[in-house]
């Protein structure tokens, strides 16, 4: 990897360095036999920082923690057999817990704090996935 004039991360492959957030789903779900409403989810996504391809997500009707952030890299890890060299996050609390440090260090994993101006490519994502919901 090298880090160019704007010191950014750059990479030669896809799934050496990841994005990791949270948004909480413009819709409600309800139960289909009896219509009962079980609230909104929130989305918790790890996308591709070299192709911006979602690479693994977890869906909860609790608030991001800890759990959020395990879920996701587990679904990662299933659908590709291995972990991601890096992972970029903000600086929300419910990143900073001692497990999620515990598993970042026995993995070998890079964690990095993104900036403002990745926090925009990574909300211009949610925003389109929730426009394309609100089609439905």
Not at 6 to 21: G, K, P
Not at 36 to 56: C, N, Q, S, W
Not at 105 to 126: A, L, P, Q, R, Y
């Amino acid at each position: 990897m090298k880090a160019n004039q704007e010191r950014r991360l750059l990479t030669d492959q896809s799934s050496e360095s990841t994005t990791i957030d949270h948004t909480l789903l413009d819709i409600e779900v309800c139960k289909a036999l009896n219509g009962e409403v079980l609230g909104r989810p929130y989305l918790t996504v790890m996308f591709d920082t070299h192709t911006r391809k979602i690479v693994a997500t977890h869906l909860s009707f609790n608030n991001p923690d800890y759990r959020s952030f395990l879920s996701v890299l587990r679904d990662y890890f299933y659908r590709y057999g291995k972990l991601p060299k890096s992972i970029s996050i903000d600086s929300k609390k419910e990143f900073q817990t001692l497990r999620i440090d515990q598993v970042i260090c026995h993995f070998g994993i890079v964690m990095n704090f993104f900036s403002d101006s990745s926090k925009g490519k990574v909300e211009t994502i949610f925003q389109q996935f929730s426009q394309f919901i609100s089609k439905f």
